[in-house]
């Protein structure tokens, strides 16, 4: 089975920041690697599918890249609307799986 | 609009059983594969299984393989989980999610059922 390993498991910014976070995979998934982002008490909601395409409907300051084993998701300018956690997911093999998830919190 | 519904949740005691659905809307439901996923209280997501547009072909994570088993009746547009051998770590929230254009990413998530096991 496909591992995902995000990083960090955490973290702190301020409104305004550029956000980075790393998804690594145990072994080569192709682009078959997307990117969600849930609010507390709410369900996911796609943000980038195939690594880098922005699902309709989401602002431009997200944006994907990577390739092989290792991914990135980018906020450029963080808005108070951002703080969430982010998961990514790889879909290259049948048995499905998420990374552990990346807490974005306020500084 | 596009939307589905989960229902079925519940409290059962370990060991029992309990019978998940989903209820799509707003789309061609017989031509898309369909997932569960669920979440832990407090904890990351975990896919739990997945069927095919016409219920050819399922498949399950390796944590309920054997007890779980996902149907489909795309002439009543309704989606199922049913859960045998529930355990204590069956826990969770679960979520219904369509399968956005065949890239086994899930574009429309329900808001989700609540299943806990505890005796």
């Known amino acids: 089975d496909i591992q995902m390993t995000q990083s960090p498991s955490s973290l702190s910014a301020s409104v305004g920041d550029r956000v980075t976070i790393t998804c690594r995979a145990s072994q080569p998934i192709s682009n078959f690697l997307h990117w969600y982002q849930q609010r507390p008490g709410k369900a996911p909601k796609l943000l980038i599918y195939?690594?880098?395409s922005l699902q309709s409907g989401v602002p431009s300051r997200f944006s994907g890249s990577g390739s092989g084993t290792d991914f990135t998701l980018t906020i450029s300018s963080l808005q108070p609307e951002d703080f969430a956690t982010y998961y990514c997911q790889q879909s290259f093999t049948t048995l499905l799986a998420f990374g552990g998830g990346t807490k974005v919190e306020i500084k | 609009q596009v939307q589905v519904v989960e229902s079925g949740g519940g409290v059962v005691q370990p060991g029992r059983s309990l019978r998940l659905s989903c209820a799509p809307s707003g789309f061609a439901f017989s031509n898309y594969g369909m997932h569960w996923v669920r979440q832990a209280p407090g904890k990351g997501l975990e896919w739990v299984a997945v069927i095919s547009y016409d219920g050819s072909n399922k498949y399950y994570a390796d944590s309920v393989k054997g007890r779980f088993t996902i149907s489909r009746d795309n002439s009543k547009n309704t989606l199922s989980l049913q859960m045998n051998s529930l355990r204590a770590e069956d826990t969770a929230v679960y979520y219904c999610?369509?399968?956005?254009?065949?890239?086994?990413?899930?574009?429309?998530w329900g808001q989700g059922t609540m299943v806990t096991v505890s005796s």
């Open positions: 195939a690594v880098s």
């Open positions: 999610a369509k399968e956005f254009l065949g890239w086994g990413a899930f574009d429309i």
